[in-house]
Structures are given as C-alpha cells and as structure tokens.
C-alpha cells in the first residue's frame, strides 16, 4: 500500500502527547507518517513520487496551528494585523491545493465543522469560526 498520513498535530502538552500516540497506533503500520502543518505544498512533490493516495488529518489543527505560530496574540490583534493573518493561511491552503492539482494523488483532507454554533464570547474563538 502507498497511502501517506500527513498530521497537522502539534502535541505542546501531555495530553496532546498521549492523543498523537493513540492516532498513531490506531493507523496502519504500512502507512508512511509526515508530521507538518506548515508548508505542506512543498512536500508534494516527493508524495507524489512515492504515494498514490494521501490523507491530511486534518485542516482544522494546521489553521489552528498557523494562527498561534505566526507571531501575533490574535486576542490584541488589529484588523490590520488579522487580516495578515487570514491571508497568510488562505496562502497556506491556495499553495497546497495548486501542488496538489499537479498531481495524480488521491488526496484526502479531513476537517471538522466549527462555526456552525453560538456565537463564541471570546475573540479568537470567533476569529477561527
């Protein structure tokens, strides 16, 4: 089998630690593991030297990981400063996805739904919804 599993996680804590280990385990041992969330078009190319099918688990983590390592406190943040913020993730996504369409990969994204509830009361919550 040729599948890759791209994992956006970052595990910052020791319950992130303990989860990354369960999805870890809870995959097949025949699937090549790439642990990255930022910059995922640039392995593309090699994926699709070595892979036919790839799964991104998963969208929801990368955006939130890119929010909260690109260099600003999205709580204080102005317009101006969000606006970077969104268009630098859109880049992220953009990039990734024209790789991905020069490719013969079967390329499967996960994510979850968010936003779809409340209105959140705090401003990074409503940011990322």
């Known amino acids: 089998n040729k599948t890759a599993y791209i994992a956006t996680s970052v595990a910052f ?3 992130m630690k303990n989860r990354v280990k369960k999805h870890q385990e809870s995959r ?29 688990d998963c ?3 990368m955006v939130n990981n890119l929010m909260f390592t ?6 204080e943040a102005t ?4 606006n970077e913020l969104e268009n630098y993730i ?3 996504i953009i990039k990734l996805l024209e790789a ?9 994204i ?16 409503r940011i990322y919804g």
């Open 13 to 15: 804590d020791d319950e």
């Open 28 to 56: 097949p041992k025949y699937w090549k593991t790439y642990e990255i969330y930022k910059d995922i078009y640039s392995i593309v190319e090699e994926l699709n030297k070595n892979h036919n099918t790839v799964i991104m």
């Open 59 to 61: 969208v929801t983590l």
């Open 70 to 75: 690109h260099g600003i406190e999205v709580d």
């Open 79 to 82: 317009c101006e400063e969000l």
């Open 90 to 92: 859109r880049e992220q």
């Open 100 to 108: 991905v369409k020069k490719t013969n990969l079967y390329f499967v």
């Open 110 to 125: 996960v994510t979850n739904e968010i936003g779809m509830g409340i209105v959140p009361e705090n401003k990074l919550s």
